[in-house]
Each structure stands twice: as C-alpha cells, then as structure tokens.
C-alpha cells in the first residue's frame, strides 16, 4: 500500500495530475480538477429520478453529530471501447464528495479514452494531494472508501482482484456535505469541454453505505447521465441489498 499525505502539499510537490507536465492540453483525467453541482443536484433530497449531466448514480446529504464520517461502495470494471480516436471519453465510476456545492474529494476509476489512447488508473484526491499511480483493468473488483476522523480524512482504492491497494492521507475535514456514488459526469470538469463517455457494458455497485448506514437510509436522489441531447447512462432502482447498476445508452 502507498500512502499520500500532506507533506506532498508542505513541499509543493503536485501528486498525479491530469495533465502533462508544461502541457496547455486537455487533461487525460479527473486528478486536481475541480467540478460543481448544479443547484438541483446540491439542493436536497429527490424522489424522482432526474436526468442531469451531474452523473449517473446516487447523491446524498448525510448528518451526523460530528458531520460526514464515511462512504464506500464496491464495483467491477467493465472493458471499455472508444466510439473514437479523436475525441475524449471518461467513464468515472466511485465515491465523490462536494462542500458547499464544488468537489472536494474524490475515490474513484478513471477509464478514460483520450484520443484513442486508453487511460485506465485508480484516482484519490483528499484535500488537494492525489494519486493515480495504481493501474487497474477490465474486470476488476473495486472497493473504494473514504474515512473522515478528528485528525485525518483517508481515502483508500484496493483492486481486490490484483490485491493491490493506494491511499490517500489528508487533513481532517468537517465541511463535505454531498456524497454522490456511480458515475461522475464527464463533462463536470475542464469546463465541460469532456462531454462523452466509451462504449462499456454496465456497472454494478455494491454494498453501498453512508456513515457506516445503508445508502437508502439517506433517501438519495437517483440520477441518469445525459451532457447533450440523449441519455448516456441509466441508472437502476437500488434494491434492498443496496446494490443498483449503471448501464451504458450512448456515448
């Protein structure tokens, strides 16, 4: 396991991001971007299923006595195709966490096609320090997880196919508000210049909790992914044992 933590900041190392050193280009993934709810999105608890270009997924707006103190969910990554070379495609599945409307966490996948060139990489960004040194592949069973405690918010990917595992150590956070499970859309960061996702199967994300409670117990809203004209991914009902699937329509 590699741990990141704050001395990367201290030092003014940057950790992961998504674009190539001296580079002026699109990024190649989410790691040091930034993104924000929609006031729909930010807003409150939903009982219909909204179709945004937020993701395709589950957000919620969990309390506690003390604020935010967890989230996790597993997953198996699809194989993915690009629809083609010359655009960017991001299908970006797991764990993000908003203060105040803008992102300030991230656990997740990128399975980005950029140009045709496929990026398929573990992402964790905590308090501004990331990492996405830990490759993963199709097939792969994900579990992905972020703990808040009094000294420390710790953000962990372990790839339980390969064993392998990378985490994240940030400073303590009281502020995260929002935790949103599935796909992040696309086209929520780099000013919405990235607006399709790769062909893929579907997504499956299980054993989803909030706070150590089950994600239900938060009565989040449900969401379909559609940046343009159509619906991209469609995101089913969450059954009892708190599982539901993402599916992909178009890219």
């Known amino acids: 396991m590699t741990v990141v933590g704050t001395a990367a900041i201290a ?43 937020e993701g395709a997924g589950y957000y919620s707006y969990p309390t506690s006595a003390h604020g935010l103190a967890g989230a996790s969910t597993s997953f198996k990554m699809p194989a993915i195709t690009c629809a083609s070379a010359s655009d960017q495609e991001w299908l970006l599945p797991g764990i993000w966490v908003y203060s105040g409307g803008s992102l300030s966490e991230q656990v997740d996948v990128n399975f980005n096609c950029n140009s045709g060139s496929l990026l398929e990489s573990a992402v964790i960004c905590i308090a501004g320090s990331c990492d996405q040194t830990l490759a993963v592949a199709p097939h792969d069973t994900i579990r992905a997880s972020i703990a808040y405690t009094p000294s420390a918010t710790i953000g962990t990917i372990k790839d339980v196919t390969s064993g392998l595992s990378k985490q994240v150590v940030g400073p303590a956070v009281t502020t995260d508000d929002v935790v949103f499970i599935g796909d992040e859309g696309p086209s929520m960061f780099f000013g919405g210049i990235v607006t399709k996702v790769p062909t893929f199967t579907s997504v499956k994300f299980s054993n989803n909790q909030v706070n150590a409670q089950d994600l239900s117990d938060w009565a989040p809203g449900r969401y379909n992914l559609k940046t343009t004209t159509k619906v991209q991914i469609r995101t089913s009902a969450l059954n009892a044992n708190q599982s539901f699937v993402t599916t992909f329509a178009k890219n």
């Not at 030092?11 to 991001?17: A, H, I």
């Not at 989410?30 to 929609?38: F, I, K, M, R």
């Open 11 to 53: 030092l003014g190392m940057t950790v992961g991001t998504g674009v190539a050193s001296g580079a002026a280009t699109t990024p190649k993934s989410t790691a040091g971007l930034h993104a924000h709810l929609s006031r729909a999105a930010a807003g409150g608890r939903l009982s219909a299923v909204l179709t945004t270009a």
